[in-house]
């Protein structure tokens, strides 16, 4: 335990669950921007059906058995970082299943009438939803390791939710574009990321704390962090700007994955670091 009661974290052990979260709602994300923005054509069935597969099992990998996360929901702890991701993976869960199979049943037409009209309307509330709960599933790592006694980390607990949200958006709109799906929203979406990114990069700049996080700052491991940051955020805009779509979104997946790097690196070389723990604790 830190003198302040956080619970001391391994670096390493965080970091490998880290990737693990990281994973499973990246593939969410994945699979709900898959069913709004294709028209259950085969292939995008296939893409839907192999997301699907691979979040479970990446999840499972790194919860644990399905029984274990189960006993989770025992308890409602708003303070808690785990108890509220278990819940609003739930959430997310008991709205997006549905929601892909009234998506399904009302593209192929199997009812009509009235009942064919309420499917609609619960499938779109049931969508709705799982963006709401998706988009506070997609920080949830980053919350996560903002509540650690990592320096590094939980010096920056606002920065990391809003980086790691962002970063997952934009990546899956990125993989989008990628396998061809060029539409408006997609782009909209990536030009928000690229430019929240951005504001990010000149955030983590000024926002300095001395030597609790000169990890970040400091070290070399900072510099993949800010390597991260520029090819995600003002390189991937620039992109955009000038209509390069596919360059555009490599760069963005490119520098979500080095800042992702970065970031488990620096919280290794902070949580070894004593004057940066004792640094914190003032």
Not at 178 to 204: Q, S, Y
């Amino acid at each position: 335990m830190s003198p302040t009661g956080r619970s001391r974290a391994d670096p390493v052990t965080t970091a490998s669950q880290s990737l693990g979260r990281r994973c499973g709602p990246g593939k969410f994300r994945f699979t709900f921007l898959l069913a709004v923005s294709a028209e259950c054509q085969p292939l995008s069935r296939l893409q839907r059906s192999v997301a699907v597969v691979l979040s479970s099992l990446l999840l499972i990998l790194d919860l644990g058995r399905p029984h274990l996360f189960v006993n989770m929901l025992r308890v409602f702890k708003p303070q808690s970082a785990m108890s509220m991701g278990a819940w609003i993976l739930t959430a997310f869960g008991g709205c997006v299943v549905p929601g892909l199979i009234g998506l399904e049943l009302t593209a192929a037409h199997a009812f009509s009438g009235a009942f064919n009209d309420v499917l609609h309307t619960a499938t779109g509330i049931l969508i709705f939803s799982s963006a709401i709960f998706g988009t506070l599933l997609a920080t949830y790592t980053g919350v996560l390791i903002g509540a650690t006694a990592i320096p590094a980390w939980f010096l920056h607990r606002v920065f990391l939710p809003i980086h790691f949200g962002t970063a997952g958006l934009g990546s899956a709109a990125g993989v989008l574009e990628l396998l061809g799906h060029r539409i408006a929203p997609l782009n909209a979406i990536g030009f928000f990321a690229a430019g929240v990114e951005t504001a990010l990069l000149i955030w983590l700049a000024f926002n300095k704390h001395g030597a609790a996080d000169r990890a970040i700052h400091e070290h070399g491991s900072g510099w993949l962090i800010r390597i991260g940051e520029m090819l995600n955020g003002p390189l991937a805009l620039v992109l955009r700007l000038f209509g390069i779509i596919p360059l555009a979104a490599i760069s963005f997946l490119l520098g979500a994955l080095i800042s992702r790097i970065g970031w488990i690196a620096v919280g290794k070389v902070s949580g070894r670091d004593p004057e940066a723990v004792f640094a914190s604790q003032r």
